[in-house]
């Protein structure tokens, strides 16, 4: 036997273990990587006792599975995994958890996030997303994103003035980026002038 | 960013339906979090260890019981261990904890796979009422009204209330020092331990909500009063009752000992269909099961009908199912 230590192995060589029924290896794999899983988990839910339990179904689908999961690349694996179950918990408790505190503060957090890489790709996606809207549906995210407006708000605002303003508005905001938001208040205080 | 739509998009992709442009969007908001600190590297080493060694014996106790012959795949849930913890070792407690889910003593329970969600329990009272008990929490109940001139109840958490009317005999629920009264009604009352305030939706009827006798409000449907337990004052709004009991309708149930036709009535509730029976002897049988919210209705009508030495099938139309017992026990049939 050779006398490398645990974390020296290569991912491949304790799947391969893993696969043929290696406990010894599936300890050495779980050693190396369960800190991580369990902070990344803990990040986005804030509870010990879900962290935990994701970290605890993810592995244990690793050892129940090892005879069908292929597995190339493990710390890739293992986040799709995590996020998948996140994921899935927090749309079950919709109603209140801390996953979704970034989305209600997201104006807040947006002035601070200018020399932030993660939040720059974040917008460009948000930009995308928004931009495969239906336009009426656009515009109500638009204000409610940039003016931290409830969205049963906005919505009533836009429909008093749906018919007379909502073009304008829809061509304005076609023009305005999101780099220009300071003018959206503007507009909205326009559009509560008009109704 | 609107919650509502960000759970749609949730949804679609959990059911591999959102686009790329939809994906990459909730990705990129995961990884946001990615700015948070790491919880591991503020634990001491010792802490570190424990809850390595935590997971680590978990994990292998969710691996010996799904890999235990005869079992499907149950995860144990940490939750619940706390729980268990106080009483006994946990893993004995698991162990306890999974067999009675699996063969409980009186009647068999239904073998749903990898079952993760907790299940809110189903009761039915003496007087005909329904309540759907949050998971965690508890109610405490006669098991007859007879001889009583109100039908009281005694809530801690959370659940929902459908309630027969009986003119005679108002229903109470106390929760902490509020008490909610109504003649026959369905309602939502919230009193999770911890939180500052108890909050009473009303679906359907009239419900009464009073704080040592004084009265604080009469609320009618798609109202709520919130009551804020530490200054003792209520406030009343207007609200969507659908958005507050949702969770009554959608997490996974246990029923536990109820009749075949108690379960019926909760069935055409949940899931908009009507329900029929060809005869009496099927009606009062008893049964216990977990239903989980992903299933399918004829996977439940499937899951009552085994259990119950029954059949069922779907009119023409398909909205009205009837079931019936099977031929070899004693029936009488009008089909």
New interface residues.
Partial sequence: MNLVKPNHYSDALLLQQIEQGCKQSFDILFEKYWAKAYADAYRRLKDPDQAKDIVQEVFTHIWLKRETLHIDNLPAYLNVAIRNKIFKLVEKQKHIHPFFDILEDMPASYSQADDNLLWKEFLICYEALLNTLPPKRQIIFRLHFQEDLPTKDIATQLGITRKTVQNQLGKAIEKIKISLSPLLPLWIIILMAIS | ???????EL??K??NDKA?D??Q??????????????????LLSDEQ?EK??K???A??WQ??DA??APGKK?L?????FL?IAAAAVLIGFCATIFLVLRTQPERKPVQPVAAR??KPDLFILLADGSKVILSYGSKLSYPSSFNGRTKREVYLQGEAFFDIKHIDSKPFVVHTGKLETTVLGTAFNVKDIPGDKTITVTVTRGRVKVSDNNKVLGIIIPNQQITYDKVQLNATQNRINASLYTT?AEKDDLYFEDVTVEAAARLLEARRKVKIEFADELVKSKRFTATFDKSESLDKELKIICEFNDATYSYDKEKTTITIKSKPQTNQTSNL
């Fill in positions: 960013m609107d919650k509502q739509y960000f759970l949730l949804h992709y959990l686009t442009v939809e990459q969007f909730l990705i990129k908001y995961y990884d946001l979090f990615l700015t948070e600190p790491d919880v591991i590297a570190k809850l390595k935590e997971i680590n978990s994990i969710n691996i799904a890999s795949v995860t144990i849930n940490t939750r706390k993760k969600q969770w």
